[in-house]
């Protein structure tokens, strides 16, 4: 089955090469050489795409990709960034309708989301398809006809963790050919969630904050438990997740919320929601809540705290400076 920032081409050494022989009067030699360089480029893109690969995708699939992906198409927002990100931006010819970053991603086609339209991404034939772990589970006909026509299908798992995500971005970047650059991105994300971890082990138990994270308004207000990046993310900044009894996505009342009395509220739906901050700040009831008596509400992008890509190191740097001004500023 086939995988996105543009590759970098080489031709200004080439341009380069020539203008320094043709100075010194020895054009023939020029394009020898000229040629060589060329050779030696191809050469090298070769090695690093080391095709044919065979890939383990998110769902234990195998899948066997005989040459770089020249197209590819993307399900599901995260693989897009990671795509782009990997610097394969430029060979992306379809997108779902939630991708939304880079900026690139406007002026690419739209190719569906949960529900694909199968005709025209058969008509845009791209040499790997990334799907969701849904498309897999409901539409599995669909992606068998994809694999008859000649596209190479990798589906994306669940990524709900940190590591998870790293291998996603490792798992993409081997379809694609871009393995040392995936290796590049999650060294870099290590590095900085380390540096992270490290800054906080100064924040003592009794400047420790407790973090009460709303992915869903009122009334009917969710907000994540264990198993979520946002939980790992309170962990890695030596916060208390308000509600870490709990696992996965799970809703509470207002009530039960102003029992947890969290110092620090975080909104992740100012998208959808006009200054999600002052509805917090306004509830009934909410008055004594300590992050609400010395207003301490803030809303955070939500694709850097839920999109399991390389953007959720943003996300935890910027609840880290949130959270515990003082220790990441």
């Known amino acids: 089955m ?44 070769t090695v690093e795409g080391n095709f044919p690969v065979t890939v383990t995708d998110g769902v234990g699939q195998e899948v066997t990709i005989e040459e770089t992906p020249e197209t590819i198409a993307s399900l599901l927002p995260s693989s897009t960034e990671i795509v782009f990100e990997l610097g394969a931006g430029d060979r992306m010819i379809g997108v779902s309708e939630y991708c939304n970053f880079p900026e690139e991603t406007a002026d690419i086609q739209v190719i569906g989301a949960q529900d694909m339209d199968a005709e025209l991404i058969l008509s845009l034939s791209p040499d790997l398809l990334l799907v969701q772990e849904y498309h897999y589970q409901n539409h599995e006909d669909v992606l068998n006809e994809y694999e008859e026509a000649g596209i190479d299908v990798l589906v994306m798992g669940s990524a709900e963790s940190f590591e998870e995500t790293y291998d996603t971005i490792h798992m993409i ?10 290796d590049q991105i999650v060294t870099s994300m290590e590095e900085r969630l380390e540096e992270i971890r490290e800054q906080a082990e100064t924040i003592s138990e009794e400047d420790r904050q407790t973090v009460w994270v709303e992915v869903g308004p009122s009334p009917d207000i969710f907000t994540t438990g264990q198993g979520t990046f946002m939980h790992e993310m309170l962990e890695a ?27 620090v509220i975080v909104t992740t739906y100012g998208y959808y929601i006009d200054n999600p901050e002052a509805d917090v700040l306004a509830r009934d009831g909410w008055s004594e809540v300590p992050a609400v008596q010395n207003e301490r509400v803030y809303d955070v992008d939500n694709d850097t705290v839920t999109r399991p890509g390389p953007r959720l190191i943003e996300g935890v740097e910027t609840l880290a400076k949130l959270v515990y001004p003082d220790v990441f500023e």
């Not at 031709?11 to 320094?20: E, G, K, R």
């Not at 308000?242 to 809703?251: C, F, I, L």
């Open 173 to 182: 970047g081997e379809a694609t050919g871009t393995s040392d650059e995936a």
């Open 2 to 45: 086939k995988q996105l920032l543009s590759k970098w081409k080489q031709m200004s050494t080439i341009t380069v090469l020539a203008l320094i022989l043709t100075a010194c009067g020895a054009a023939e030699e020029n394009n020898d050489n000229t040629e060589n360089v060329n050779n030696d480029n191809n050469a090298n893109e």
């Open 237 to 263: 900044i030596n916060a208390t997740n308000a509600a870490e009894e709990e696992s996965g996505w799970v809703q509470f009342t207002e009530e039960e919320i102003v029992t947890l009395e969290p110092d």
